[in-house]
């Protein structure tokens, strides 16, 4: 008796800073075993704390040596004391030995077509002479890009110095936009080419059915439950949201709530010290350093006060909770620019981090927790992670472009 074989889909991330890109993934292949749950997947990352965020079923999470971002947009060895050269080769090595070994028949790449400067290039020229475990045909490779890449003069700079749309041309079948084309239209923004446009689908926000289908590390600590009502501050990874999380430390929260804060695994000790402190001094305020299942946490809470990262935002919006958006505006624009798009739709409020106080805080979560409004969610797309399995299952190989569309990239 045969049995048909198993399908392959791998994942690779960069992840320099904070969890987006690796939680992202995580949330697409979860989706894909789902619809499928015969697929094995294999998640590429250079993030440790990978291993200890909820899994899909039949995943295996291979982490390569850390890369660490800095306030500027700079990088350097996160661990090794090497260059940034040498870890870069390292990381290269590995992530092409793993996907040849894997042989997936659909690779998704987050953000970076290249990879972290390059990185990924060889396995990509190695992927065209490997066949799919199932498909026997060479590995489908898909980009997937956020809604926001970041304000549009930048991103078209930082895409043509990268050589996107070369990679795009050269390796990949589609582009995925994790987004509605309502709020950004990256073709038009970004001024794609025509060679990319063509292969460019979105996906609607990656946002309902989020964190399904998702197992719990066996090996989590139990915390005790979180006193209800609560109204909650997240601030991603925690590297540069401290001044937002000392502010909501330092407001006064509606009658009868409770105040949780969750300051990411990456905020520096001495300024979760701080905040710990002043949590000591209050019997309404609770800090933690890392959840994760941030869903169940934003789903209980009658207010959330987050920066505007895209998973965070994806959460708030599936979970229809009132959110105060304090976007990180250095050194990208990405989450400014999502911010002000979502509050121009009337799903969020946004305040500018250099204009965040107590007061202003306090005032806020009081006007959220009793306000009668409702929210028109129907005005995106949300059902992203819906509609990807059928976007897997409708993959065609890449193409070679048109004479006219590499007279295009050239000029």
Not at 267 to 276: D, E, G, K, V, Y
Request: proline letters at 7%.
């Amino acid at each position: 008796m045969t049995t048909t074989p198993r399908r392959r889909i791998a994942f690779y991330s960069h992840d320099t800073q904070g969890l987006g890109h690796i939680r992202r993934n995580l949330a697409l292949a979860a989706a894909m075993v789902a619809a499928e749950p015969r697929t094995d997947v294999l998640v590429l990352t250079g993030a440790p704390q990978a291993t200890s965020l909820p899994l899909p079923p039949n995943t295996e999470v291979v982490t390569v040596p850390t890369v660490a971002k800095d306030g500027e947009g700079g990088y350097a060895a996160g661990t090794f004391a090497m260059d940034l050269s040498a870890v870069l080769a390292l990381r290269s090595d590995l992530i092409t030995s793993a996907l040849v070994a894997f042989a997936p028949d659909v690779v998704v790449v987050d953000k970076v077509a290249r990879g972290l400067d390059g990185e990924l290039e060889q396995a990509l020229e190695a992927l065209h002479d490997v066949r799919g475990h199932t498909t026997g045909e060479r590995p489908r490779i898909v980009l997937g890009l956020r809604d926001v890449l970041d304000d549009p003069l930048t991103a078209i700079r930082e895409w043509r110095e990268a050589r996107t749309t070369q990679a795009i041309r050269d390796h990949y079948a589609e582009v995925w936009v994790y987004g509605d084309r309502s709020v950004v239209d990256v073709v038009a923004d970004y001024d794609l080419p025509r060679a990319v446009a063509a292969k460019v689908r979105y996906t609607g926000y990656l946002a309902e059915g989020r964190g399904e289908g998702l197992l719990a590390p066996r090996d989590e600590p139990k915390r005790r439950p979180v006193p209800r009502p609560y109204v909650l501050c997240m601030v991603g990874g925690g590297q540069d949201g401290y001044d937002t999380a000392l502010a909501f430390a330092r407001a006064g929260y509606p009658d009868g709530h409770t105040g949780v804060i969750v300051t990411g695994p990456y905020m520096q000790p001495s300024l979760r010290r701080r905040l710990t402190a002043i949590a000591a001094e209050r019997d309404d305020l609770l800090v933690r350093d890392f959840v994760t299942n941030t869903l169940d946490l934003i789903g209980g809470a009658e207010a959330v006060v987050s920066m505007g990262g895209y998973n965070t935002v994806c959460e708030v919006l599936a979970e229809d909770v009132p959110a105060l958006v304090v976007p990180r505006v250095r050194p990208r624009q990405e989450q400014l620019v999502r911010a002000e798009r979502l509050q121009d739709l009337g799903l969020v409020d946004t305040v500018h981090p250099d204009d965040v106080t107590p007061e202003q805080l306090g005032a806020w979560l009081t006007a959220a927790v009793t306000s009668s409004s409702t929210r028109d969610h129907d005005a995106v797309a949300l059902d992203g992670l819906r509609r990807v399995p059928d976007l897997v299952a409708g993959l065609q190989p890449a193409t070679a472009p048109h004479l006219d569309d590499l007279q295009e990239m050239a000029s």
